[in-house]
């Protein structure tokens, strides 16, 4: 809908060889590459680690009893593992997400536009109030990290061990 509404075209546009330069289709910045690469590289090594640290977290005598009422690894994994695993997982992975969040205002040291530098970089050029501009940035980011903190929440508590 806000692609509609942005009047974005709704067809893909092929590039095309014009003299030097291809015109048309959709253009990547390379610091937005540069900055995907990064902040994916660093934190899937972290959530990496927490999955692992999980999944090592369930007893081994749990799988070995899986095994011995007939039940295959996959099922045993799904069924048996993940779902105790993932007790552990959460908090740290919700932690992982909002330090995603709050790393991604690094972009500005690779010359990426996010969020601190076009609200603050171009708020503060036009107002010139650093004070007022900074905490409109302070605010976004506290915007994202609640709502990201609220959804694992959530998540969390879907998955909590019921009780009778």
């Given at each position: 809908i806000a692609f509609i509404a942005a009047g974005m075209p709704l067809t893909w546009e092929i590039p095309v060889l014009k003299g030097f330069n291809y015109k048309g289709g959709m253009s990547?910045?390379?610091?937005?590459?540069?900055?995907?690469?990064?902040?994916?590289?660093?934190?899937?090594c972290f959530i990496?680690?927490?999955?692992?640290?999980?999944?090592?977290?369930?007893?081994k005598g749990q799988t070995e009893a899986a095994y011995a009422v007939?039940?295959?690894?996959?099922?045993?994994?799904?069924?048996?593992?993940?779902p105790q695993a993932l007790r552990v997982i959460v908090p740290p992975l919700a932690s992982q997400y909002l330090n995603l969040t709050?790393?991604?205002?690094l972009a500005i040291a690779i010359?990426?536009?996010?969020?601190?530098?076009?609200?603050?970089?171009?708020t503060l050029?036009?107002?010139?109030?650093?004070?007022?501009?900074?905490?409109?940035?302070?605010?976004?980011?506290?915007?994202?990290?609640?709502?990201?903190s609220a959804l694992m929440n959530w998540f969390n508590r879907s998955?909590?061990?019921?009780?009778?």
């Open positions: 990547i910045k390379p610091e937005f590459i540069a900055l995907w690469f990064a902040l994916s590289y660093y934190t899937s990496a680690e927490i999955v692992r640290g999980g999944i090592l977290a369930v007893s007939g039940m295959r690894p996959n099922r045993t994994l799904q069924l048996i593992i993940i709050k790393n991604s205002s010359g990426y536009m996010d969020i601190t530098a076009t609200i603050g970089g171009i050029m036009q107002t010139g109030k650093e004070m007022e501009t900074m905490l409109i940035v302070m605010c976004c980011y506290l915007v994202f990290s609640l709502t990201i998955i909590k061990l019921k009780e009778r």
